[in-house]
């Protein structure tokens, strides 16, 4: 149950550090760069808002080699 959420927020800092590269700031001084990130977060806010209004799917979560082996397959 804990790891759900925790699925949820290593989403979004994979979206931040994909799309608007967080990884590193552009500015030197706490302020600034606290201000980065939060207008990164505001960035990625309207990303996925861009996304829900267009019907742009999520993307897939990954499944492990090994899941894939456990799960049955189904012929059509």
Same mark, same amino acid.
């Given at each position: 149950?804990?790891?759900?959420?925790?699925?949820?927020?290593?989403? *979004?800092?994979?979206? =931040?550090? =994909?799309?608007?590269?967080?990884?590193? %700031?552009?500015?030197? /001084?706490?302020?600034? %760069? #606290?201000?980065?990130?939060?207008?990164? =977060?505001? !960035?990625? +806010?309207?990303?996925?808002?861009?996304?829900? +209004? &267009? /019907?742009? $799917?999520?993307? !897939? &979560?990954?499944?492990? #080699?090994? &899941?894939?082996?456990? *799960? $049955?397959?189904?012929?059509?």
């Amino acid at each position: 149950e804990r790891y759900k959420h925790r699925a949820g927020i290593e989403g *979004t800092i994979s979206q =931040a550090v =994909a799309r608007c590269g967080m990884r590193r %700031t552009r500015y030197t /001084g706490l302020r600034k %760069t #606290h201000l980065q990130h939060v207008m990164t =977060a505001c !960035a990625v +806010n309207l990303i996925r808002i861009d996304a829900w +209004n &267009t /019907g742009i $799917p999520l993307a !897939a &979560t990954r499944v492990s #080699h090994f &899941t894939r082996l456990r *799960t $049955p397959v189904t012929l059509k």
